[in-house]
């Protein structure tokens, strides 16, 4: 262990007490007074795969677990332990990067499955964003945090690649004068958006979001998805699937924190003082940065330098495109609004 773990280790120690006298446990968390009815009223439900080992993770807990590193070496100098108060003190180009080999598949990697009323008690995964727009528009961001992403298989090498440490998926609600209109599925780097009409509900009127094996990409159905490789331009069909099922019920509402987002500002705002915000002004990447070749564990697809084994893990909720004019992302050429489900 290096002197300035130790050290780290000490400042952690003392600066455990008054947090722990001061905070009061805030796991299984209820949207407090103020948060819009239709919100919730509205929000989706996540269908965990069944068989998926990697399950949403608290934050905090993923937090814990990582330190800054720019160029695989530790930033010095950042607060520690780190906190979802504090994250915004790390530099912008840092990667939250595992404390412990990921090949060794730590438990705190596995999240927290939701008991079957559809609540995770003891974790906060969930982050619930309300973005008012012009035209009595408001768009709803649920977004859902996995400490790991397991890439998946590539067909024609049977290998798994596209692995990374933090996964941030979204489904987004557009509301117009408070009735659903349409959404927005989160896949890879884009998604799929429809009619609010189009989307299979619960009996109570919620949509479902089917979250992928390992990849956790929102689907509106269950079933399998292909999807080749963003960017890999190859004659061969290189294929990744998604697998999604009706597995585990996920309620994200009864365990996220929640808040407001003004365009003008680019800034979030709460609905009360025990919700943290720093986390959401941190710039940098919620997991690894990829490993270099070099690396043992590393695997480079056909040394193409496009697809790794492990990739870097993803930027926040700031960058999912908060603002955006459509229901899909402005970074999407064209926004199909699908009116039926296939
Ligand atoms: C990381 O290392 C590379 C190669 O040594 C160097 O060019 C680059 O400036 C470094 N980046 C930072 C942010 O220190
Ligand atoms: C999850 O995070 C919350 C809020 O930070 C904390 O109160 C709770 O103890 C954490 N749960 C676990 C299992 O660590
Ligand atoms: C609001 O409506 C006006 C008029 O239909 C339109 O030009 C504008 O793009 C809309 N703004 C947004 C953010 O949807
Ligand atoms: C789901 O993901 C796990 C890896 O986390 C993998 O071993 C398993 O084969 C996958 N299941 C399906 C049906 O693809």
Redesign the pocket.
């Known amino acids: 262990m290096a002197v300035s773990s130790l050290w780290m280790l000490l400042a952690a120690a003392i600066m455990q007490l008054p947090l722990l006298v001061l905070t009061a446990p805030l796991a299984a968390r209820q949207a407090p007074a103020g948060v819009p009815s239709y919100v919730i009223r509205y929000a989706p439900l996540v269908y965990l795969f069944s068989g998926d080992p990697y399950r949403p993770t608290n934050l905090t807990v993923h937090l814990q677990n990582t330190q800054p590193e720019?160029?695989y070496?530790a930033v010095s100098g950042y607060p520690f332990p780190l906190t979802l108060s504090n994250l915004d003190q790390v530099p912008a180009?840092a990667f939250l990067t595992l404390t412990t080999d990921i090949t060794t598949t730590p438990t705190y990697l596995l999240g927290s499955t939701p008991d079957s009323s559809g609540r995770i008690s003891s974790a906060i995964p969930a982050t619930i964003i309300v973005a008012p727009k012009a035209n009595a528009t408001v768009d709803v961001f649920y977004l859902y945090f996995y400490s790991y992403n397991w890439g998946g298989i590539v067909n024609i090498l049977n290998r798994n690649f596209g692995n990374h440490v933090g996964d941030w998926e979204h489904t987004m609600v557009r509301f117009v004068d408070e009735v659903p209109t349409t959404a927005w599925y989160s896949q890879h780097a884009s998604g799929q958006a429809s009619t609010w009409a189009a989307l299979q509900k619960s009996d109570q009127g919620r949509p479902y979001a089917y979250s992928a094996n390992g990849s956790h990409a929102t689907y509106a159905t269950a079933g399998t998805h292909d999807h080749t490789i963003p960017d890999l331009d190859l004659d061969i069909d290189v294929l990744l699937t998604d697998d999604c099922d009706a597995g585990v019920l996920w309620d994200p509402t009864l365990s996220a924190y929640y808040y407001t987002y003004d365009v003008a500002t680019n800034s979030f705002g709460t609905y009360d003082n025990a919700t943290p915000t720093a986390y959401l002004n941190f710039g940098g990447k919620w997991g690894d940065q990829h490993y270099p070749d070099s690396d043992p564990r590393q695997e480079n697809l056909l040394r193409l330098d496009l697809v790794y084994k492990y990739s870097d893990g993803p930027t926040g909720p700031k960058d999912q495109g908060l603002a955006r004019v459509n229901v899909c992302p402005d970074s999407e050429e064209e926004c199909e609004i699908r009116d039926k489900l296939t």
Do not use: K, M
Request: glycine letters at 24%; aromatic letters at 0%.
């Open positions: 720019i160029n070496t180009g």
